[in-house]
């Protein structure tokens, strides 16, 4: 049931100037009329019912009643005025004049002769407004300080939300379909190993900010930094129309920026640093991971181990889409075709794509590095292992490379290598005191023919010096045409 005030408008309420003078004249003049009735009748009582008699003796007491209510009002009212009402009227307009975004609290002032109660009254506010001022700005400076702070290790809109939500520190999970983005540095870690520690966190923080404002550009979340990895989300917490065509767009991004980003460290003396992407859309589950003790907001599903497996499938400067993240471009993409690769655990092939542009509104297209097509002839015997993840799987094989370009080599294998396979090779070949240290590899092609089972490896990772002398072979081996 409906009370009888709701849905009223509240009724507008008068000033204590206007509700005092109305209360004061009013029963003055009511004092007044009950002794002019008294007067009139006391005096038809004793002197007799004499009606012209009775009648100007009404209009003397009337006049001088009336003389009596406008000295006794006028008078009444300037002291009134000047010791309770100004006073308050002065508190209530100070009140309206209250600034939340102001520090400061101004005092209100009031003549010496204010009442002590009213003097109370503005002093209690000012105390009361100072304690809650500085309550509000110790908040806003605390608010302010999470968001700076902790918006470096989560997602700004993540931490708006949470600080939003009364309950934000217990977003449950939920079901959402987001476009998931795995960038992974190509070699870092045997970079990293021959660096100053100092010197490589600082070059890897670089790299971080700089593929950050990307995805946040993008209104990519990012997830979390995976040792030399990103892992991006596109969705959350906030989704849009076209997440897989931003999570496309800021890939072939990230790989073009990568290219200015490795001009700018070359003058320091770092080498360049090459990273593969895996894009993958599907349904994941989003909320806050973990315990009371340690938790984290993020995704999980088995999207996220499809992106980080074909993350795994890219050499450098590649980006590689799932077939859900095709789909919903179709069209929009320029792509190679469809490629296929069985992986542990899947119980049908992994089917991708290699991008190399998206249309419009976006309109990027990757930049390739330059491919240095003439090769140098040269036989180097190696041992090669082939790799599972971070282990080492035997028996080893040996082999001798038919010819290297900069990031490639051409290798002779008594058996053919399984496509996409990450291999381990080490170069059974020393020249003036320098051995060659180990060389990783992805097999990118293969082929069968009567001499054997020549193959093309492209390096991701290979120690400065061996790299140094392998770019030496190239150039004695003459110009590129190109």
Same mark, same amino acid.
């Given at each position: 049931?409906?009370?009888?005030?709701? +849905?009223?408008?509240?009724?507008?309420? #008068?000033?204590?100037?206007?509700?005092?003078?109305?209360?004061?004249?009013?029963?003055?003049?009511?004092?007044?009329?009950?002794?002019?009735?008294?007067?009139? +009748?006391?005096?038809?009582?004793?002197?007799?019912?004499?009606?012209?008699?009775?009648?100007?003796?009404?209009?003397?007491?009337?006049?001088?009643?009336?003389?009596?209510?406008?000295?006794?009002?006028?008078?009444?009212?300037?002291?009134?005025?000047?010791?309770?009402?100004?006073?308050?009227?002065?508190?209530?307009?100070?009140?309206?004049?209250?600034? %939340?975004?102001? @520090?400061?609290?101004?005092?209100?002032?009031?003549?010496?002769?204010?009442?002590?109660?009213?003097?109370?009254?503005?002093?209690?506010?000012?105390?009361?407004?100072?304690?809650?001022?500085?309550?509000?700005?110790?908040?806003?400076?605390?608010? #302010?300080?999470?968001?700076?702070?902790?918006?470096?290790?989560?997602?700004?809109?993540?931490?708006?939300?949470?600080?939003?939500?009364?309950? +934000?520190?217990? &977003?449950?999970?939920?079901?959402?379909?987001?476009?998931?983005?795995?960038?992974? !540095?190509?070699?870092?870690?045997?970079?990293?190993?021959?660096?100053?520690?100092?010197?490589?966190?600082?070059?890897?923080?670089?790299?971080?900010?700089?593929?950050?404002?990307?995805?946040?550009?993008?209104?990519?979340?990012?997830?979390?930094?995976?040792?030399?990895?990103?892992?991006?989300?596109?969705?959350?917490?906030?989704?849009?129309?076209?997440?897989? =065509?931003?999570?496309?767009?800021?890939?072939?991004?990230?790989?073009? =920026?990568?290219?200015?980003?490795?001009?700018?460290?070359?003058?320091?003396?770092?080498?360049?640093?090459?990273?593969?992407?895996?894009?993958?859309?599907?349904?994941? &589950?989003?909320?806050?991971?973990?315990?009371?003790?340690? /938790?984290?907001?993020?995704?999980?599903?088995?999207?996220?181990?499809?992106?980080?497996?074909?993350?795994? !499938?890219?050499?450098?400067?590649?980006?590689?889409? /799932?077939?859900?993240?095709?789909?919903?471009?179709?069209?929009?993409?320029?792509?190679?075709?469809?490629?296929?690769?069985?992986?542990?655990?899947?119980?049908?092939?992994?089917?991708?794509?290699?991008?190399?542009?998206?249309?419009?509104?976006?309109?990027?297209?990757?930049?390739?590095?330059?491919?240095?097509?003439?090769?140098?002839?040269?036989?180097? @015997?190696?041992? !090669?292992?082939?790799?599972?993840?971070?282990?080492?799987?035997? @028996?080893?094989?040996?082999?001798? %490379?038919?010819?290297?370009?900069?990031?490639?080599?051409?290798?002779?294998?008594?058996?053919?290598?399984?496509?996409?396979?990450?291999?381990?090779?080490?170069?059974?070949?020393?020249?003036?005191?320098?051995?060659?240290?180990?060389?990783?590899?992805?097999? &990118?092609? %293969?082929?069968?023919?009567?001499?054997?089972?020549?193959?093309?490896?492209?390096?991701?990772?290979? #120690?400065?010096?061996?790299?140094?002398?392998?770019?030496?072979?190239?150039?004695?081996?003459?110009?590129?045409?190109?």
């Amino acid at each position: 049931m409906q009370h009888p005030d709701e +849905g009223q408008q509240p009724k507008s309420r #008068n000033g204590v100037r206007k509700i005092i003078e109305a209360g004061i004249f009013k029963r003055i003049l009511a004092i007044e009329m009950i002794l002019l009735v008294w007067t009139l +009748g006391w005096r038809a009582y004793s002197q007799g019912p004499d009606v012209d008699e009775l009648f100007w003796f009404a209009v003397r007491i009337i006049v001088l009643v009336a003389i009596i209510i406008a000295f006794v009002t006028l008078s009444l009212r300037r002291f009134l005025v000047r010791k309770i009402i100004a006073p308050l009227e002065a508190i209530a307009r100070a009140n309206l004049e209250i600034d %939340t975004d102001a @520090p400061e609290v101004k005092p209100v002032r009031l003549e010496p002769d204010t009442p002590a109660e009213i003097v109370q009254i503005a002093e209690t506010r000012q105390m009361m407004l100072e304690k809650i001022m500085k309550v509000s700005t110790e908040r806003l400076r605390l608010v #302010n300080f999470i968001r700076e702070t902790f918006g470096r290790y989560l997602s700004q809109k993540v931490v708006d939300e949470i600080l939003a939500s009364p309950e +934000g520190s217990k &977003i449950r999970g939920r079901r959402a379909v987001v476009t998931i983005l795995m960038a992974d !540095l190509r070699g870092f870690t045997h970079l990293a190993e021959s660096q100053d520690p100092e010197l490589t966190v600082d070059l890897l923080n670089r790299f971080f900010g700089k593929m950050a404002r990307i995805i946040y550009a993008r209104d990519g979340m990012i997830d979390e930094f995976l040792g030399d990895g990103i892992l991006a989300i596109f969705g959350v917490p906030e989704k849009h129309a076209d997440d897989p =065509a931003r999570a496309v767009a800021c890939a072939l991004e990230m790989q073009n =920026a990568l290219h200015a980003f490795n001009s700018g460290i070359a003058a320091g003396g770092y080498p360049a640093l090459e990273m593969g992407i895996g894009i993958n859309t599907g349904s994941v &589950i989003v909320g806050n991971i973990g315990s009371e003790i340690r /938790s984290k907001y993020g995704i999980v599903g088995t999207a996220v181990n499809i992106a980080s497996r074909i993350e795994s !499938l890219t050499t450098a400067g590649e980006v590689f889409i /799932s077939q859900s993240t095709y789909e919903a471009l179709e069209g929009r993409l320029q792509a190679g075709g469809p490629r296929t690769q069985m992986m542990k655990g899947l119980v049908s092939p992994l089917v991708f794509y290699p991008v190399e542009a998206i249309g419009p509104p976006y309109d990027v297209k990757l930049i390739k590095a330059r491919r240095h097509r003439k090769a140098a002839s040269l036989k180097l @015997p190696f041992t !090669l292992w082939m790799l599972s993840g971070k282990q080492i799987l035997e @028996p080893a094989w040996t082999g001798q %490379t038919t010819a290297i370009t900069r990031n490639e080599l051409f290798v002779s294998l008594p058996r053919k290598l399984p496509p996409l396979a990450d291999v381990k090779l080490q170069v059974e070949f020393c020249r003036q005191a320098h051995c060659f240290g180990p060389i990783y590899a992805k097999v &990118i092609d %293969t082929q069968d023919n009567a001499e054997g089972h020549p193959q093309v490896l492209r390096i991701t990772a290979i #120690n400065r010096e061996d790299r140094r002398i392998l770019q030496k072979w190239i150039a004695e081996a003459g110009p590129d045409p190109d």
